[in-house]
Protein backbone atom coordinates (compact mmCIF):
# COMPACT_ATOMS: atom_id res chain seq x y z
CA UNK A 1 0.00 0.00 0.00
CA UNK A 2 1.08 3.70 -0.68
CA UNK A 3 1.24 5.75 2.28
CA UNK A 4 -1.54 8.02 3.24
CA UNK A 5 -3.00 10.79 5.89
CA UNK A 6 -5.44 8.93 8.41
CA UNK A 7 -8.23 11.22 10.52
CA UNK A 8 -10.56 9.51 12.95
CA UNK A 9 -13.90 11.67 11.89
CA UNK A 10 -16.22 13.00 15.26
CA UNK A 11 -18.95 14.14 13.27
CA UNK A 12 -20.51 13.63 9.13
CA UNK A 13 -20.28 17.65 8.48
CA UNK A 14 -16.05 16.85 9.10
CA UNK A 15 -16.27 13.87 6.98
CA UNK A 16 -18.60 15.94 4.19
CA UNK A 17 -15.74 18.84 4.03
CA UNK A 18 -12.97 16.71 4.25
CA UNK A 19 -14.39 14.80 1.14
CA UNK A 20 -14.87 18.51 -0.65
CA UNK A 21 -12.16 19.93 0.31
CA UNK A 22 -9.88 16.69 -1.15
CA UNK A 23 -11.05 17.33 -4.66
CA UNK A 24 -11.74 13.29 -5.38
CA UNK A 25 -8.17 12.46 -3.21
CA UNK A 26 -9.90 11.41 -0.10
CA UNK A 27 -12.09 8.28 0.84
CA UNK A 28 -13.99 7.37 3.57
CA UNK A 29 -13.43 4.21 5.44
CA UNK A 30 -16.22 2.23 7.40
CA UNK A 31 -15.40 -1.82 8.18
CA UNK A 32 -12.42 -1.18 5.58
CA UNK A 33 -13.28 -4.62 4.34
CA UNK A 34 -13.43 -3.77 0.82
CA UNK A 35 -11.32 -0.59 0.76
CA UNK A 36 -8.08 -2.00 1.84
CA UNK A 37 -8.42 -4.57 -0.59
CA UNK A 38 -9.04 -2.23 -3.33
CA UNK A 39 -6.02 0.20 -1.82
CA UNK A 40 -3.78 -3.09 -1.87
CA UNK A 41 -4.25 -4.05 -5.39
CA UNK A 42 -4.53 -0.64 -6.56
CA UNK A 43 -7.56 -0.79 -8.09
CA UNK A 44 -8.94 2.65 -7.80
CA UNK A 45 -8.90 5.03 -10.47
CA UNK A 46 -6.98 7.42 -8.49
CA UNK A 47 -5.04 6.60 -5.20
CA UNK A 48 -6.48 8.38 -2.32
CA UNK A 49 -3.83 11.30 -0.13
CA UNK A 50 -6.49 10.82 2.56
CA UNK A 51 -8.71 8.29 4.48
CA UNK A 52 -11.40 9.56 6.46
CA UNK A 53 -12.57 6.85 9.31
CA UNK A 54 -16.50 6.89 10.02
CA UNK A 55 -16.13 4.59 12.65
CA UNK A 56 -15.16 7.20 15.31
CA UNK A 57 -18.02 9.21 14.67
CA UNK A 58 -20.21 8.49 17.80
CA UNK A 59 -23.45 6.92 17.85
CA UNK A 60 -23.96 6.26 13.85
CA UNK A 61 -24.13 2.91 14.63
CA UNK A 62 -27.40 2.65 15.64
CA UNK A 63 -30.43 -0.28 15.25
CA UNK A 64 -33.42 1.00 16.69
CA UNK A 65 -37.03 0.90 15.62
CA UNK A 66 -40.07 3.62 16.05
CA UNK A 67 -43.52 3.72 14.16
CA UNK A 68 -42.56 4.71 11.08
CA UNK A 69 -40.13 1.51 10.99
CA UNK A 70 -36.66 0.29 11.36
CA UNK A 71 -33.57 2.87 11.12
CA UNK A 72 -29.69 2.08 11.06
CA UNK A 73 -26.96 4.26 11.40
CA UNK A 74 -24.69 3.77 8.45
CA UNK A 75 -21.46 2.18 10.86
CA UNK A 76 -24.21 -0.53 12.00
CA UNK A 77 -21.99 -3.46 11.43
CA UNK A 78 -24.04 -6.67 9.17
CA UNK A 79 -23.49 -9.07 12.46
CA UNK A 80 -25.14 -6.78 14.99
CA UNK A 81 -27.56 -6.32 12.12
CA UNK A 82 -27.64 -10.08 11.55
CA UNK A 83 -28.14 -10.73 15.49
CA UNK A 84 -30.47 -7.74 16.16
CA UNK A 85 -34.05 -9.36 18.12
CA UNK A 86 -35.70 -6.85 16.22
CA UNK A 87 -34.67 -7.30 12.60
CA UNK A 88 -35.02 -11.01 13.03
CA UNK A 89 -38.49 -10.81 14.11
CA UNK A 90 -40.02 -8.11 12.12
CA UNK A 91 -37.63 -7.83 9.09
CA UNK A 92 -35.86 -11.53 8.49
CA UNK A 93 -35.34 -10.66 4.79
CA UNK A 94 -33.03 -8.38 5.70
CA UNK A 95 -31.58 -10.33 8.63
CA UNK A 96 -31.22 -13.24 6.78
CA UNK A 97 -29.44 -11.26 3.37
CA UNK A 98 -27.14 -10.10 5.71
CA UNK A 99 -26.07 -13.34 7.21
CA UNK A 100 -25.61 -14.41 4.03
CA UNK A 101 -22.42 -11.69 3.55
CA UNK A 102 -19.25 -13.48 3.52
CA UNK A 103 -18.20 -15.15 6.99
CA UNK A 104 -18.74 -14.22 10.39
CA UNK A 105 -14.94 -11.90 10.53
CA UNK A 106 -15.67 -10.22 7.49
CA UNK A 107 -19.29 -9.58 9.03
CA UNK A 108 -18.42 -8.38 12.66
CA UNK A 109 -15.91 -5.84 10.59
CA UNK A 110 -18.29 -4.68 7.91
CA UNK A 111 -20.79 -2.00 8.15
CA UNK A 112 -24.09 -1.72 6.43
CA UNK A 113 -22.92 1.41 4.65
CA UNK A 114 -20.04 0.04 3.66
CA UNK A 115 -22.06 -2.68 2.08
CA UNK A 116 -24.35 -0.49 0.11
CA UNK A 117 -21.45 1.33 -1.13
CA UNK A 118 -19.03 -1.17 -1.88
CA UNK A 119 -17.06 -0.97 -5.39
CA UNK A 120 -18.26 -3.95 -7.57
CA UNK A 121 -16.19 -7.20 -7.90
CA UNK A 122 -15.85 -7.22 -11.63
CA UNK A 123 -13.07 -9.35 -12.61
CA UNK A 124 -11.65 -6.58 -15.11
CA UNK A 125 -12.45 -4.05 -12.93
CA UNK A 126 -10.94 -5.65 -9.55
CA UNK A 127 -7.55 -6.80 -11.69
CA UNK A 128 -4.99 -6.28 -9.44
CA UNK A 129 -2.13 -3.48 -10.59
CA UNK A 130 0.81 -6.20 -9.44
CA UNK A 131 0.12 -8.81 -12.05
CA UNK A 132 0.99 -6.65 -15.09
CA UNK A 133 -0.98 -3.83 -14.43
CA UNK A 134 -4.55 -2.39 -14.22
CA UNK A 135 -6.86 -2.61 -16.78
CA UNK A 136 -8.23 0.80 -17.20
CA UNK A 137 -11.81 -0.50 -18.32
CA UNK A 138 -14.86 2.10 -18.86
CA UNK A 139 -15.97 1.99 -15.14
CA UNK A 140 -11.88 3.55 -14.62
CA UNK A 141 -11.97 6.11 -17.99
CA UNK A 142 -11.34 3.91 -20.23
CA UNK A 143 -12.57 3.50 -23.23
CA UNK A 144 -14.53 0.12 -23.38
CA UNK A 145 -15.71 -2.47 -20.82
CA UNK A 146 -13.92 -5.54 -21.16
CA UNK A 147 -17.49 -7.49 -19.74
CA UNK A 148 -19.10 -7.00 -23.10
CA UNK A 149 -17.01 -8.90 -25.55
CA UNK A 150 -14.88 -10.90 -23.08
CA UNK A 151 -16.04 -13.12 -19.87
CA UNK A 152 -18.80 -12.18 -18.87
CA UNK A 153 -20.44 -14.99 -16.84
CA UNK A 154 -20.60 -12.69 -14.03
CA UNK A 155 -21.67 -9.55 -15.63
CA UNK A 156 -25.12 -7.78 -15.71
CA UNK A 157 -28.39 -9.21 -17.89
CA UNK A 158 -29.98 -6.40 -17.38
CA UNK A 159 -30.49 -2.63 -18.09
CA UNK A 160 -26.61 -1.90 -18.51
CA UNK A 161 -25.72 1.34 -20.20
CA UNK A 162 -21.65 1.22 -20.47
CA UNK A 163 -20.63 -1.08 -18.07
CA UNK A 164 -22.07 -4.30 -17.53
CA UNK A 165 -20.49 -5.14 -13.74
CA UNK A 166 -23.21 -5.56 -11.14
CA UNK A 167 -23.85 -4.50 -7.95
CA UNK A 168 -22.36 -7.04 -5.08
CA UNK A 169 -24.26 -6.55 -2.25
CA UNK A 170 -27.20 -8.69 -0.26
CA UNK A 171 -27.88 -5.95 1.50
CA UNK A 172 -29.63 -4.11 -1.10
CA UNK A 173 -31.68 -6.68 -2.14
CA UNK A 174 -33.10 -7.03 0.46
CA UNK A 175 -33.59 -3.06 1.05
CA UNK A 176 -34.95 -3.01 -2.26
CA UNK A 177 -37.90 -5.66 -1.59
CA UNK A 178 -38.26 -3.32 2.04
CA UNK A 179 -38.54 -0.11 0.29
CA UNK A 180 -36.08 1.29 2.05
CA UNK A 181 -34.65 4.91 1.80
CA UNK A 182 -30.81 5.98 2.07
CA UNK A 183 -30.19 9.84 3.48
CA UNK A 184 -27.47 10.97 2.52
CA UNK A 185 -25.28 14.09 3.68
CA UNK A 186 -23.37 16.58 2.02
CA UNK A 187 -22.56 20.39 1.44
CA UNK A 188 -25.99 21.09 0.26
CA UNK A 189 -27.80 19.52 2.86
CA UNK A 190 -29.56 16.49 3.64
CA UNK A 191 -31.66 13.85 0.44
CA UNK A 192 -33.52 11.00 1.24
CA UNK A 193 -33.04 8.46 -1.74
CA UNK A 194 -35.33 5.74 -2.77
CA UNK A 195 -32.86 2.75 -2.95
CA UNK A 196 -34.30 2.04 -6.06
CA UNK A 197 -32.55 5.26 -7.23
CA UNK A 198 -29.28 4.88 -5.66
CA UNK A 199 -27.17 2.85 -8.17
CA UNK A 200 -26.26 3.57 -11.21
CA UNK A 201 -24.17 1.88 -14.06
CA UNK A 202 -20.88 3.37 -12.63
CA UNK A 203 -21.45 3.29 -9.18
CA UNK A 204 -23.93 5.12 -6.61
CA UNK A 205 -25.65 8.38 -6.76
CA UNK A 206 -23.40 9.78 -4.06
CA UNK A 207 -22.21 13.29 -5.15
CA UNK A 208 -18.59 13.83 -3.84
CA UNK A 209 -18.80 15.16 -1.02
CA UNK A 210 -21.78 13.14 0.31
CA UNK A 211 -22.05 10.36 3.22
CA UNK A 212 -24.43 7.58 3.41
CA UNK A 213 -25.76 8.18 7.01
CA UNK A 214 -28.63 6.07 7.10
CA UNK A 215 -31.01 3.98 6.07
CA UNK A 216 -35.17 3.85 6.70
CA UNK A 217 -36.38 0.99 6.18
CA UNK A 218 -41.05 0.77 6.59
CA UNK A 219 -42.35 -1.41 8.54
CA UNK A 220 -43.44 -4.56 6.23
CA UNK A 221 -46.90 -5.42 5.94
CA UNK A 222 -48.82 -7.32 8.86
CA UNK A 223 -48.27 -10.97 8.35
CA UNK A 224 -45.48 -11.00 5.59
CA UNK A 225 -43.67 -13.76 4.13
CA UNK A 226 -40.25 -12.82 3.57
CA UNK A 227 -37.50 -14.65 1.83
CA UNK A 228 -34.30 -14.11 0.96
CA UNK A 229 -32.81 -16.62 -1.67
CA UNK A 230 -28.72 -16.42 -3.25
CA UNK A 231 -27.59 -18.50 -5.46
CA UNK A 232 -23.72 -18.89 -4.83
CA UNK A 233 -20.73 -21.28 -6.27
CA UNK A 234 -19.33 -21.78 -2.84
CA UNK A 235 -21.91 -22.11 0.11
CA UNK A 236 -20.07 -21.43 3.09
CA UNK A 237 -18.24 -17.92 1.43
CA UNK A 238 -19.32 -16.42 -2.04
CA UNK A 239 -20.88 -13.20 -3.71
CA UNK A 240 -24.57 -14.00 -5.24
CA UNK A 241 -24.30 -15.10 -8.81
CA UNK A 242 -28.25 -14.09 -8.66
CA UNK A 243 -30.07 -13.58 -5.62
CA UNK A 244 -34.03 -13.02 -4.85
CA UNK A 245 -35.54 -10.94 -1.82
CA UNK A 246 -39.27 -11.49 -1.93
CA UNK A 247 -42.01 -10.23 0.14
CA UNK A 248 -45.31 -11.56 -0.42
CA UNK A 249 -48.93 -10.72 1.48
CA UNK A 250 -51.37 -13.35 1.36
CA UNK A 251 -55.37 -12.51 2.28
CA UNK A 252 -57.89 -14.91 1.63
CA UNK A 253 -55.73 -17.38 0.18
CA UNK A 254 -55.00 -14.91 -2.42
CA UNK A 255 -51.83 -12.73 -3.28
CA UNK A 256 -52.41 -9.15 -1.67
CA UNK A 257 -49.10 -7.53 -2.26
CA UNK A 258 -46.34 -8.97 -4.08
CA UNK A 259 -42.72 -7.44 -3.84
CA UNK A 260 -39.09 -8.86 -5.82
CA UNK A 261 -36.22 -7.70 -5.94
CA UNK A 262 -33.56 -9.78 -8.15
CA UNK A 263 -29.61 -9.02 -7.58
CA UNK A 264 -26.60 -9.98 -9.18
CA UNK A 265 -28.72 -9.06 -12.65
CA UNK A 266 -27.96 -5.33 -12.68
CA UNK A 267 -25.74 -2.55 -11.64
CA UNK A 268 -28.36 -2.43 -8.87
CA UNK A 269 -31.71 -4.64 -7.25
CA UNK A 270 -33.84 -4.61 -9.65
CA UNK A 271 -37.30 -5.11 -8.83
CA UNK A 272 -39.61 -7.46 -11.16
CA UNK A 273 -42.15 -5.01 -11.55
CA UNK A 274 -44.23 -7.35 -14.43
CA UNK A 275 -44.06 -10.28 -12.32
CA UNK A 276 -45.20 -8.69 -9.31
CA UNK A 277 -48.00 -7.55 -10.82
CA UNK A 278 -48.93 -10.89 -12.66
CA UNK A 279 -49.24 -12.13 -8.97
CA UNK A 280 -51.67 -9.49 -7.53
CA UNK A 281 -55.02 -10.44 -6.48
CA UNK A 282 -54.15 -14.36 -8.16
CA UNK A 283 -54.22 -17.50 -6.27
CA UNK A 284 -50.37 -18.77 -5.83
CA UNK A 285 -49.66 -22.19 -7.70
CA UNK A 286 -46.67 -23.76 -9.28
CA UNK A 287 -48.24 -22.66 -12.81
CA UNK A 288 -48.34 -18.90 -11.58
CA UNK A 289 -44.54 -19.40 -10.02
CA UNK A 290 -43.37 -20.08 -12.88
CA UNK A 291 -45.50 -17.46 -15.23
CA UNK A 292 -43.96 -14.49 -12.44
CA UNK A 293 -40.34 -16.22 -13.32
CA UNK A 294 -40.72 -15.63 -16.94
CA UNK A 295 -41.87 -12.03 -16.49
CA UNK A 296 -39.34 -11.31 -13.80
CA UNK A 297 -36.64 -12.08 -17.06
CA UNK A 298 -39.02 -10.55 -19.43
CA UNK A 299 -36.02 -7.82 -20.34
CA UNK A 300 -33.43 -9.46 -19.80
CA UNK A 301 -30.62 -9.50 -22.23
CA UNK A 302 -27.68 -11.59 -21.56
CA UNK A 303 -24.08 -11.68 -22.62
CA UNK A 304 -22.52 -14.15 -24.70
CA UNK A 305 -21.66 -16.26 -21.36
CA UNK A 306 -24.62 -15.68 -19.04
CA UNK A 307 -27.61 -16.75 -20.36
CA UNK A 308 -27.44 -19.18 -17.74
CA UNK A 309 -28.41 -16.24 -14.88
CA UNK A 310 -31.90 -16.16 -16.38
CA UNK A 311 -32.45 -19.59 -15.84
CA UNK A 312 -31.19 -19.02 -12.21
CA UNK A 313 -33.97 -16.37 -11.95
CA UNK A 314 -36.74 -17.69 -12.90
CA UNK A 315 -36.25 -20.42 -10.45
CA UNK A 316 -35.72 -18.28 -7.71
CA UNK A 317 -38.51 -16.39 -8.14
CA UNK A 318 -40.86 -19.65 -8.59
CA UNK A 319 -39.51 -20.88 -5.27
CA UNK A 320 -40.48 -17.68 -3.80
CA UNK A 321 -43.72 -17.46 -4.76
CA UNK A 322 -44.00 -20.99 -3.73
CA UNK A 323 -42.55 -20.03 -0.21
C1 LIG B 1 -13.99 -12.46 1.51
C2 LIG B 1 -15.14 -11.52 1.27
C3 LIG B 1 -16.38 -12.04 0.90
C4 LIG B 1 -17.45 -11.17 0.67
N1 LIG B 1 -18.68 -11.69 0.35
C5 LIG B 1 -19.75 -10.84 0.24
C6 LIG B 1 -21.06 -11.32 -0.01
O1 LIG B 1 -21.30 -12.54 -0.11
N2 LIG B 1 -22.08 -10.42 -0.11
C7 LIG B 1 -21.88 -9.08 0.01
O2 LIG B 1 -22.84 -8.30 -0.02
N3 LIG B 1 -20.64 -8.59 0.23
C8 LIG B 1 -19.60 -9.44 0.35
N4 LIG B 1 -18.35 -8.95 0.59
C9 LIG B 1 -18.15 -7.52 0.59
C10 LIG B 1 -18.37 -6.99 1.98
O3 LIG B 1 -19.70 -7.17 2.35
C11 LIG B 1 -18.03 -5.53 1.94
O4 LIG B 1 -16.63 -5.46 1.84
C12 LIG B 1 -18.48 -4.82 3.19
O5 LIG B 1 -19.86 -4.90 3.37
C13 LIG B 1 -18.10 -3.36 3.07
O6 LIG B 1 -18.39 -2.74 4.31
P1 LIG B 1 -17.23 -1.93 5.06
O7 LIG B 1 -17.89 -1.25 6.20
O8 LIG B 1 -16.08 -2.80 5.37
O9 LIG B 1 -16.89 -0.89 3.92
P2 LIG B 1 -15.49 -0.15 3.50
O10 LIG B 1 -14.57 -1.19 2.98
O11 LIG B 1 -15.04 0.60 4.69
O12 LIG B 1 -16.04 0.78 2.43
C14 LIG B 1 -16.49 0.28 1.19
C15 LIG B 1 -16.76 1.47 0.24
O13 LIG B 1 -17.89 2.19 0.69
C16 LIG B 1 -17.55 3.55 0.98
N5 LIG B 1 -18.29 3.87 2.20
C17 LIG B 1 -18.29 3.18 3.36
N6 LIG B 1 -19.17 3.72 4.22
C18 LIG B 1 -19.72 4.79 3.59
C19 LIG B 1 -20.70 5.76 3.97
N7 LIG B 1 -21.30 5.72 5.16
N8 LIG B 1 -21.03 6.72 3.08
C20 LIG B 1 -20.45 6.76 1.85
N9 LIG B 1 -19.52 5.86 1.43
C21 LIG B 1 -19.16 4.88 2.31
C22 LIG B 1 -16.03 3.55 1.16
O14 LIG B 1 -15.48 4.81 0.81
C23 LIG B 1 -15.60 2.47 0.19
O15 LIG B 1 -15.54 2.99 -1.11
C24 LIG B 1 -17.26 -9.79 0.82
C25 LIG B 1 -16.01 -9.28 1.18
C26 LIG B 1 -14.97 -10.13 1.41
C27 LIG B 1 -13.64 -9.57 1.83
Known amino acids: MKSFKHVNATTVQQASKL ?11 AGGTDLLAALKDKILPDYPETIVNLKTIPGLDYIREDA ?8 AKLADIAQSALVREKYPLLADAVEAVATPNVRNMATIGGNLCQD ?5 YRYPDQIGGKLVCLRKGGEKCFGLEG ?3 YHAIMGAEGCHATSPSDAAVALSA ?3 QLVVRGSAGLRVIPIAQFYNSFGTDLKSDEVLTEIRVPRPPAGSKQVYQKFRLRQPIDFAIVSVASLLVKENGKVKEARLALGGVAHGPVRAAKAEALLKDQVPNAELAE ?5 AVASAQPLSKNAYKVEEVKVLVKRAVLA
Open 19 to 29: LREGKGKVRLN
Open 68 to 75: TGLTLGAT
Open 120 to 124: TRCWY
Open 151 to 153: DNR
Open 178 to 180: LNA
Open 291 to 295: QAGLQ
